[in-house]
C-alpha cells in the first residue's frame, strides 16, 4: 500500500476539515517539512467530525502550555508539541519532533484520566493511516456528550472544549449535566490541581 492510500484512509474516516485552517509547522527537518506538506494537502488541518476534533492546526502548538500542569505525569527533558485536541480537552502530543520527525512518537493527554499514554509504533505517521481511522486512542474519539451539546443547538468558541466539572474518579457523571464550556488553558490547570488534591 502506497503512503498516499494509506493517508487516504485518513480523509475515509474524517473527510476534510470543515472549516480548515492553516497547517502547523511542526517539524525542523527540510525532508520531514516536505512529506508534512504531502500529508497535509492530503488530510488538511483543521475542524472534523462536527467540530469535535481541531487537529494539525498553525495554533496548536500554542496549547503546549497546557502540558506544564501535568508534569507529573510527563517525563522530564522530553521535546513535545500538541497537534491535536477533542472538544473535552483531550491532547494529542508529538515528541521529539526535532530529532525523529515525523516517525515522531505520539501520546494522548486524557485529562480526565489524569493519563499520559503511548502505544508502541505509534507515530506521526502511523496516527493517520492507523491510530485515528482505527481508534487506536482510548477515548479520543468518544464524541457522544459532545453530540448531545451540540444537538440542543450548543456551539463552542474556538479556544474552548467542553470541560467536565467533576471527573469520574471523583463521583461526576458522563451525563451532559456534568460538562460546561470552558478555556482550554484554565480547564486543564482546573482539572490538575483537582487530581493533586
Known amino acids: 500500500m502506497s503512503a498516499d492510500s494509506e493517508i487516504s484512509i485518513f480523509t475515509h474516516h474524517f473527510g476534510r476539515p470543515n472549516p480548515a485552517v492553516p497547517p502547523g509547522d ?36 500554542q496549547l503546549t502550555v497546557c502540558l506544564d500542569a501535568w508534569t507529573d505525569l510527563l517525563e522530564p527533558g522530553v521535546e513535545r508539541v500538541v497537534i491535536g485536541r477533542n472538544a473535552y480537552g483531550a491532547l494529542l502530543v508529538a515528541e521529539r519532533t526535532t530529532e525523529e520527525g515525523t516517525d515522531a512518537p505520539i501520546g494522548l493527554l486524557d485529562p480526565w484520566q ?18 485515528l481511522p482505527e481508534n487506536r486512542l482510548p477515548g479520543f474519539l468518544d464524541d457522544a456528550v459532545y453530540s448531545a451539546f451540540s444537538a440542543a443547538g450548543n456551539q463552542l468558541a474556538e479556544t474552548e472544549i467542553l470541560g467536565i466539572q467533576t471527573p469520574t474518579g471523583r463521583g461526576g457523571s458522563l451525563e451532559p449535566g456534568n460538562f460546561r464550556p470552558e478555556e482550554v488553558l484554565a480547564f486543564h490547570r482546573r482539572i490538575a490541581a483537582l487530581r493533586a488534591q
Open 26 to 61: 511542526f517539524f525542523a527537518d527540510k525532508f520531514d517539512k516536505s512529506l508534512w506538506r504531502m500529508m497535509y494537502d492530503e488530510v488538511g488541518a483543521g475542524w472534523y467530525r462536527n467540530g469535535f476534533l481541531y487537529l494539525f492546526g498553525t495554533d496548536l502548538p
Open 114 to 131: 489524569g493519563t499520559y499514554t503511548k502505544q508502541e509504533g505509534l507515530d506521526f505517521a502511523s496516527l493517520l493511516s492507523e491510530g
